[in-house]
């Protein structure tokens, strides 16, 4: 079952906007990562954030987690047209879970030159 | 270092018809996943192997999916026989696989997408 839903589905912006993607979950979590997967390729591993951390950056990446809410967001400052991709954003709970990670249904970003 | 390692790229066969799918983890990985991504969705978990031995397999059509990483190492994934709901891209993945640790990212290897006629 998919876990993390992400919003929004879709998101068209131009070259050096930022660009804000939301994941929502619906059990505890021990961590959330966010993964990048260019088209036709496997998923990229991008940022790691754990239950007891509230935000998290990463170069151009910041990553805020909210427990409460059970739900984090991405930013991506000053977006380039190679951050085109869809976004996945993947929760783990050890205990519940074992090692697996349960992906959302993806946010597809494209921007523009 | 070299990434996850996985062929064929791609695969197109007709329904009732078998398949195979091999992966190569990123070496020393001990845990390895084998996902099914259909087109539009997130990746589905369908195995998770830790060396050998099966963690989770909870998701897996077991009459007609299969799976083994019988050293420990690379890995096959089967179907037989294949339906028309299997057309999707099968991604392996391996992680560190530290016993009792979640928080390990997952690498990928670019998948092969299967069409089944």
């Known amino acids: 079952s998919q876990q993390g839903e992400e919003d929004p589905q879709a998101l068209s912006i131009q070259e050096g906007e930022n660009a804000t993607m939301n994941c929502s979950y619906k059990?505890?979590?021990?961590?959330l990562q966010w993964y990048r997967q260019n088209s036709g390729r496997g998923l990229v591993h991008l940022i790691l954030i754990r239950s007891n951390e509230r935000e998290k950056h990463s170069g151009r990446l910041r990553v805020t987690l909210d427990t409460s809410k059970k739900s984090s967001s991405l930013l991506i400052t000053a977006s380039r047209a190679a951050d085109t991709a869809s976004y996945f954003c993947?929760?783990?709970?050890?205990?519940?879970?074992?090692?697996?990670?349960?992906f959302g249904q993806g946010t597809e970003l494209s921007v523009k030159p | 270092e070299a990434g996850v390692a996985q062929s064929p790229r791609y695969k197109i066969i007709e329904k009732r018809q078998s398949v195979a799918f091999w992966c190569n983890p990123i070496s020393g990985h001990a845990t390895l996943y084998w996902y099914q991504q259909i087109l539009g969705q997130g990746p589905k978990l369908l195995i998770q192997?830790?060396?050998?031995?099966?963690?989770?397999d909870s998701q897996l059509p077991k009459d007609r999916f299969s799976a083994e990483r019988l050293k420990g190492v690379d890995s096959t994934l089967k179907i037989q026989p294949a339906k028309l709901e299997d057309s999707a891209v099968y991604l392996c993945?391996?992680?560190?696989?530290?016993?009792?640790?979640?928080?390990?990212?997952?690498?990928f290897g670019d998948g092969t997408r299967l069409s089944i006629l």
């Open positions: 059990t505890s979590i021990n961590n």
């Open positions: 993945a391996s992680s560190l696989g530290l016993r009792g640790e979640s928080n390990q990212p997952q690498h």
């Open positions: 993947a929760t783990g709970n050890f205990y519940n879970q074992g090692g697996k990670l349960i």
């Open positions: 192997f830790q060396n050998n031995g099966v963690v989770d």
